[in-house]
């Protein structure tokens, strides 16, 4: 764990442009991301046909990564499982810390490997352990390795990077690693390298992401971590639930619950106040079919909202 704590913390402070921004973040991906907060259910239809879609349909080729799972071996099996009900042709990258009788290193650089990852129409990355997704695809450098290049070209191309749970926390530039309770949080604040790491960036450097949301209570902890690293919004998606965001940045709600949406663009904290503070903090709940426009700050109702306003009878 302490080498471990080495390399991120080198990675945070040498090489996190590589990664999360810098040169390459410029680059504008045509692909959708699908962040989902957790627990998903092998029932949760919208979800699973949602990732098939936007890989292309029927038939779509899925490289599936179990790299944060503790069994690797088993969970993986079980997402291909699911997407394929679902009219996918998902494959499994044998890519895990945890992967017995595996080299990840070496397993991260297999050009091979990497050649089938290009060609597939979406990836999609287990729950678990989110430490285990940066170690197992980050150089020691930290430069991507040629898996995490070959992911980054079929979102870049049009394709979609799905999600669950540590596959969400991986999505913003920053994500939480050594998490403390909420209260603790709270109270201690964060730390580069302890509470929060590099994560892998597709969304952009400017959003950050967090998951398990409303079920374990942690939009409180989201807000220390936004104003260490400066974030102005946040998005934390609840779980059997997915945020899809489109090239245009635009996201949507899908399956069992919402999200919330915190914005800091007019917050302030007290210096002279003892302990943790914050005030203007607008926070937005974004329930399934409502959409919003990162890019344009702009709130769009579901549908069944809308056919419902436009109803309503109005006493004379």
Known sequence: MLALRKLLMHFALAAMPLVGGGAQAVETPKGSLVIIGGALRGDNAPVWQRIVQLAGGKGARIAV???????????????????????????????????????????????????????????????????RITQAMVRADGSRSALLDAVWDVYRRGGVVAGTSAGAAIMSSTMFYEVKTVFSTLRSGVNEGREIAPGLGFIGDDIFIDQHLLTRGRFARMIPAMLKKGYKLGLGIDENTAMVIDSKRQVEIIGYKGALLIDLTRASTDPKAIGFNISGVNLSYLDRGDKYDIDQRRFIPSPEKVGACSTRSVPA
């Open 65 to 131: 990564f179990p790299s944060a799972a503790a069994n690797p071996a088993r969970s993986g099996q079980f997402i291909v499982g699911r997407l394929n009900q679902h009219g996918a042709d998902a494959f499994l990258v044998p890519l895990a810390v945890k992967l017995e009788g595996s080299d990840f290193r070496k397993v991260a650089e297999d050009a091979a490997l990497a050649a089938s990852v290009r060609s597939a129409g979406g990836v999609y990355f287990s729950g678990g352990d989110q430490a």
